[in-house]
Each structure stands twice: as C-alpha cells, then as structure tokens.
C-alpha cells in the first residue's frame, strides 16, 4: 500500500447545492435493477479498449484492493434532484488505474462497465482528475451491497448516474459513445452546475447523435 493522499472537492463560488438541488438526509438506494451478489473469485476488473499497449489489463479483487488507498471529500448529486453533502470517499484514485493501465494517444472517452451491462461514458479528463475515484469505502466503513459494494465509481464534479455502482472495469474509447442512461434521455454530459440533466437540452458537440 502506498501513502494514503487526501483530496477535497468544494463547490464552485462557495454555493453548496447545484441549481434545482436539494439536501437529502441519509443515504438513499438509487439504482436500475437487482443488486449483484458480489462473488469474490470470480470478480476482476478489466481494463480495455485503446490501452496504450494495446493488451488487455486485470486485477483481481485481492489485487485491485492492494492498490494505493486515497480519499476524496466529495457530494453526491442524483439527477431526480437530491444530494448528499460531504462524504468522504476511500478506495484507489482512477488517475492511479490510468497511471497503471494507461489509454493510448488517441484516447478521448472512457466507458466504465459495470454488473449486468450498465455503463456510463465520460470524457477522459473527467476520468483522470484528481477527484475521481473507484470507491469501497465511504466515511472509512465499507460501502454495502446496496450502495455499490465492492467498487462504485465517484466523479465528484457530475451528476451520480455517471458513478456506476459495482463497477467491474474500463474501456478507453478513441470516440465518445452513450453509456446506458445517456442513451435513455439522460444528458450525454452531466454536469449540475450547468443543471445538464436531460438528452433534449444537449447542444451541438455535447455528445453522440441518438
Ligand atoms: N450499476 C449502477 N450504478 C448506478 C446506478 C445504476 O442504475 N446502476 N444508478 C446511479 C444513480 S442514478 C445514482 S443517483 C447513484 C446512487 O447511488 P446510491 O444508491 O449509493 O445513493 O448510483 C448510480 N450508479
Ligand atoms: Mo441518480
């Protein structure tokens, strides 16, 4: 295990709540279908697509989990319009998985794959940044079966849908392609500062034609 490194994340202009949001106590279970039975020897997280070396990349769960631990402080914004304010997330920095399985120089998109086929796309800078991160604890205790367990996505800086929950790898994409909800009415980018909630608001050059 490397030097545990901390992150913040604080909202722009000091405002706290992205337009159109409101504060949720708890912590509720947002998510489309089952929850998966998390099954340790036959789990792996695989890295495809335009890798630089063109292979293949996979860890197991032993594996994965032995990767250098950070945290990022970090709200959580769902697009049905509540968020929770201040968690603080622990679990491998994608930068870190970037840094070890790196995209190739044409590389603009990551689609991250998750249980049963879900998938969201996003863009590779919002990938790599410092604040994104493969999740398996919130606030230092293990995240549960519900909430994502053994490994959710967080990207801090756009709506929740883009953090697939039981996140089972990454494939670096040199076009952008619709994940599963951008490809059923949710905006292809997702940002809440900009209230990027629906595919109809899209404007030329946010993503893919539907
Ligand atoms: N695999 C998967 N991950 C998912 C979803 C989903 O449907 N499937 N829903 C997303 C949405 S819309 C939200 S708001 C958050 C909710 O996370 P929570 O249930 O831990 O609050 O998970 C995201 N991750
Ligand atoms: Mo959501």
């Known amino acids: 295990m490397g030097q545990p490194e901390s992150r913040?994340?604080?909202?722009?202009?000091?405002s706290e709540l992205p337009p159109g949001q409101r504060l949720q106590r708890g912590w509720p279970v947002t998510h489309y279908g089952p929850v998966p039975k998390f099954k340790p020897d036959r789990w792996e997280f695989?890295?495809?697509?335009?890798t630089a070396d063109g292979?293949?990349?996979?860890?197991?769960?032993?594996?994965?989990?032995?990767?250098?631990?950070?945290?990022?402080?970090?709200?959580l914004h769902c697009v049905t319009k509540f968020s929770m304010l201040g968690a603080e997330w622990g679990g491998v920095a994608a930068g870190t998985v970037a840094a070890?399985?790196?995209?190739?120089?044409?590389?603009?998109?990551?689609?991250?794959?998750?249980?049963y086929g879900f998938s969201a796309n996003l863009p590779l800078a919002d990938f790599v940044s410092d604040r994104t991160i493969f999740a398996t604890h919130k606030d230092g205790e293990l995240l549960t079966a519900e909430h994502g367990f053994p490994l959710r996505l967080v990207v801090p800086q756009l709506y929740a849908w883009k953090g697939p929950k039981w996140v089972r790898g990454i494939e670096y994409m040199t076009a952008d392609r619709?994940?599963?909800?951008?490809?059923?009415?949710y905006h292809n980018v997702g940002d809440p500062w900009k209230e990027q909630r629906y595919s109809y608001q899209e404007e030329p050059g946010d993503g893919p034609e539907l």
């Open 55 to 75: 292979d293949k990349h996979c860890w197991n769960h032993e594996e994965f989990t032995a990767l250098p631990f950070a945290t990022v402080v970090a709200d």
């Open 8 to 14: 913040e994340y604080r909202a722009p202009q000091g």
């Open 100 to 115: 070890l399985a790196p995209p190739a120089p044409a590389v603009s998109h990551v689609m991250v794959w998750a249980e």
């Open 46 to 50: 695989r890295v495809f697509g335009a």
């Open 178 to 185: 619709r994940g599963f909800w951008e490809e059923r009415g």
